[in-house]
C-alpha cells in the first residue's frame, strides 16, 4: 500500500468512519501532531481526542472529499473536505442540526506505514463560530 492509500484509508476508514481499531493500527507510537488543538497535548492521544470526542461527539453522517493528494518522499499532502450533520455538541455548540463543511489541509509523514508527523490547517474554528451565530 502507498502512503497515499495509507492517508486515503486514515480519512475514509478513522476519520469519516470512526474505526477506532484501524487509528490504533496506522499510528506510529513516536507520532507528534505539530498543529494541535492547544490544551490537547501533540502525541497519539491529540489526534485520537480531536476525532473522537471531538468530531465523533459533535457530528454525525461524516464524509471525507479529497480534492487534491501529493505524495513526495515520505510526505503526502491532502486538501480534503469534512461533511457532516451537526447533531451532538461539538467544542461546547449544541446540536443546530445543520450541514457543516470543514476545509483542511495538512501534511503528515509516514514511517513504515504509519503516521509519524502530521501539520495541518482547517476551519474548524469559522465552523464553530457560524454554528453559534446561526
Known sequence: MTNKEIVQ??????LAGGDQ?????????EFVNH???????????SMRNAIFK????GLSDIRV?????LEEGD???????ILAR???ILAGVPATGRAVEINVYDIVRLSDGKYIEHWGLNTLSLVVQSLKTG
Open 86 to 88: 451537526h447533531t451532538g
Open 54 to 57: 471531538l468530531l465523533h461527539a
Open 65 to 69: 472529499e479529497i480534492d487534491d493528494q
Open 75 to 81: 510526505k503526502v499532502s491532502t486538501r480534503k473536505r
Open 35 to 45: 498543529t494541535t488543538i492547544p490544551g490537547m497535548g501533540s502525541g497519539i492521544d
Open 9 to 14: 484509508r486514515f480519512n475514509h476508514v478513522c
Open 21 to 29: 481499531g484501524v487509528f490504533e493500527e496506522l499510528f506510529h507510537p
